[in-house]
């Protein structure tokens, strides 16, 4: 009882994530980490190019997060830990931020980083990544000396240190990128790339791999341990899943397939895990045109809510593996807030919402017609719930017509042109809800042809003040309740059916140490990762 | 031939009754020569089980095969769903019956077009002869070179992928190898003595390609279109399988394509709709086998 108490007090008096992080640390708990091995790693995923400033996705951003170097890093409980940075401070007023840059630290090329690169890297982020909230907030970045970088804040961000932490913000080489060239179209993106991070780019065969070697020069006392990272690129589902079985990769991240993750299960020399993904937060989530046809109405809205079964989708079609969503934030995250509205399977309180929206039914039962897209990908989380909601809206009277797109492309045209119905979707958190959450709901980023705003149009003007205090906010506790409200509004105005949050796994060879595990995954640095025992 | 025989005037020669059932009618003669082939006439057989089905199994089936009726991937047999459910706990069943329609009409309405393009092209081709010819046979041969699938596929991707498009983009497809039969028919046909003589006295050129060539033709035409009728349902199973296809009318091929995935965990759900896909074509091929002998002028008196 006594320990029991102790134990109480203690974690009362730290703070939750820093006593984990201080417990918890994988290094301390095993044997110090052996150099050398090859890791291949299977991907369905092809990267246009390797520079992840400017492009988003993780088929960039996990090479790049090899190649490319962070003033911070995250650890799978949310803290941060110096990388690039060696120390920083905030000002009390929240608009400063000055990082002291670790000495001695150099690109591929064997260049100091300096902070000229570290404000070319800011600039050409602001400048070019579709992301514009995750540094929007920063002003300029001053460099009094080559080791002292200065952020200034035209506002206070909660989560520049976040957003510092992944591959959205890599430190770029200034001499390199900064000769007058489009960044987004740089040669240099793929051939020739000088990086900053732990593992050197050797070679990238377009569609097929990506040769990773160790960064003999990466001035770091901790890593990287292997000599070699291969990422195979394989675009048939079962193709993937037969190179772990075999023995031919040793990692398969981003798996999302119950499937997939079923068989692989099953295979005696492989580990799952569902860590490493904290900070993605993949929602699946029914979007509504909340401007156009019958889902202008909000009654329209909770009415197909309340006839969709989330547990069906869950456990029968994604065999249990995915989690429920009730709201915009990912249950992962802390600012999640799930005493809302959830709109729980009830057949009788749809059909009553449908009567009051005037909606009657005709002569063959049905009230109206409704148009649902989805994503020409991951066909679990998108075309099998287009497909279960004919027979689950048809019990409620709506006749859905599930309209299927050939490419990506053609899909993104039309959610992003706003001529769509309903769709299905798939939008990441993104790790705080400034960079990835505050875009599907403010008023001023409903941009037409723009994929990922606001493309259900929806405006109220309380969410929009909410989500700017919010996003300038740097007390904890203030911003949960300000988030917590948020989501409670959006619940009830509902301008999105959120589903569940898309199980994402990673197989990897059980003698492989430190698997990529922090909140951003293979989206951050795996110089801690080793092979226990190298697989012959 | 008679059993009768006259018993009076043996002499007289009676040409009439002699001749009557020498010259049987056309198609009965057909007939005649497509019953001998059993083969065929299984093809017939089966052919017409599976029309039925499309015309009266929703009266007999009464069912929503987009319904979730019972678990997902449940095998067959389960709970009286004798084919099993697909991924989303839909009755197979009710999916071949239902989808049985819009594989037929695909498969007949492609069938027809590529019948009335090739025969369109080849007939204007083999009469006309000259430029005409030379045009129309390179137009035959840039479509024959270009593979049909892919055709095919780029075709339903540029309009979305309804049952008129899928139909009309497998006709476009394939009516080169009958375009180039008809215009081998219609060079034969054209040098022979009764069209010189319709010629002779006055016959308009769209009178002899219609009315005096293409009957004459058509044997060959009719075989090549049964087979049409074949290759298009593989079409469209196949463009299904890509999922490029109407995913609200069910149709055989959608089923293989939706329910690929999950071929290692329920095994039913592809091999089914796979099974109605293979008799379809088999009854359709074993006709035009049939039809080919029996219209096959050399083959008759076998």
Known sequence: ?536 | MTDQVEPSAPAAPKLEPDFVPEVEKPWLQTWRMFAKNRAALFGLVLLSVIVGMAVLGPTLYPADPYDIVWAPQSPPGTEGFILGTDYLGRDLLAGIIYGSRATLIVGAAAALITIVIGILVGALAGYYRGWVEELLMRITEFFQVLPPLLLAMVLVLLFSPTLVTISIAIGVVSWTATARLARAEFLRIRELEYVKGARSIGARNSRIIWLVILPNAAPPLIVSAAFAVGIAILFEAGLSFLELNDPNIMSWGYMIGSNRPYVLESWWAVTFPGIAIFLTVLAVSLIGDGLNDALNPRLRQR
């Open chain 1, 1 to 536: 009882m006594v320990k029991f108490k102790k134990l109480a007090t203690v974690a009362l008096t730290a703070t939750v994530g820093a006593m984990f992080g201080a417990t918890m640390q994988p290094q301390t708990a095993q044997a110090a980490p052996k150099a050398g091995g090859t890791l291949v790693w299977v991907s369905s995923q092809v990267p246009r190019h390797f520079n992840p400033a400017v492009q988003s996705g993780v088929a960039t951003m996990a090479p790049g997060a090899q190649l490319f170097g962070f003033l911070v890093r995250a650890d799978e409980n949310w803290n941060i830990h110096p990388y690039l940075a060696e120390s920083w401070t905030v000002s009390d007023d929240g608009l400063t931020v000055a990082f002291k840059l670790r000495k001695g630290a150099k690109f591929h090329d064997g260049q100091e980083i300096t902070s000229a690169d570290v404000a070319f890297s800011v600039a050409t982020q602001q400048a070019n990544h579709p992301f514009k909230t995750s540094l929007g907030a920063v002003e300029r970045v001053e460099t009094p000396d080559p080791m002292t970088a200065v952020f200034k804040l035209k506002q206070p961000h909660p989560a520049l240190l976040l957003a510092l932490s992944t591959a959205l913000a890599p430190i770029i080489p200034k001499h390199v990128y900064g000769d007058g060239q489009d960044v987004k179209k740089h040669p240099r993106n793929v051939k020739d790339l000088v990086g900053s991070g732990p593992f050197l780019l050797k070679e990238y065969k377009k569609a097929q791999h990506v040769i990773m070697l160790k960064n003999p020069n990466f001035n770091s006392s901790d890593g990287p341990y292997l000599d070699r990272i291969i990422i195979k690129i394989i675009r048939d589902a079962s193709a993937r899943v037969i190179a772990m079985e075999k023995k031919e990769a040793q990692i398969f991240p981003y798996m999302v397939d119950s499937k997939d993750i079923r068989r692989l299960s099953k295979s005696k020399h492989i580990k799952i895990t569902d860590k490493g993904y904290a900070a993605i937060g993949p929602v699946t989530w029914l979007a509504f045109n909340t401007k156009d046809g019958p889902t202008a109405d909000v009654r329209v809205r909770q009415a197909i809510a309340y006839a969709i079964d989330r547990n069906f989708i869950i456990n029968a079609l994604h065999g249990g593996l995915s989690k429920p969503a009730t709201g915009p934030i990912a249950p992962g995250s802390p600012f999640y807030n799930g005493d809302v509205e959830t709109y729980d399977f009830d057949l009788d309180k749809a059909k009553a919402l449908l009567d009051e929206a005037g909606l009657k039914p005709g002569s063959d039962g049905m009230r109206f017609k409704l148009e649902v897209d989805h994503i020409p990908a991951v066909p679990e989380q998108q075309k099998a719930i287009a497909e279960y909601l004919r027979p689950a809206l048809k019990k409620v009277g709506i006749a859905v017509r599930v309209r299927n797109a050939p490419d990506f492309p053609t899909w993104a045209k039309r959610i992003s042109g706003h001529q769509f119905q309903a769709s299905m979707d798939i939008v990441f958190n993104w790790g705080d809800p400034v960079i990835g959450v505050h875009r599907t709901y403010l008023c001023n980023n409903i941009k037409k042809g723009v994929i990922w705003s606001n493309t259900q149009q929806y405006c109220n003007p309380k969410v929009d003040s909410i989500l700017e205090m919010a996003g300038k906010e740097t007390d904890m506790a203030k911003r949960v309740n300000l988030y917590g409200e948020f989501q409670r509004i959006v619940a009830d105005d509902l301008p999105l059916y959120w589903i569940n949050i898309m199980p994402q796994r990673t197989a990897y060879h059980m003698d492989l140490g430190n698997p990529p595990t922090s909140v951003w995954g293979v989206i951050s640095p795996m110089d801690q990762t080793y092979w226990k025992k190298q697989p012959k």
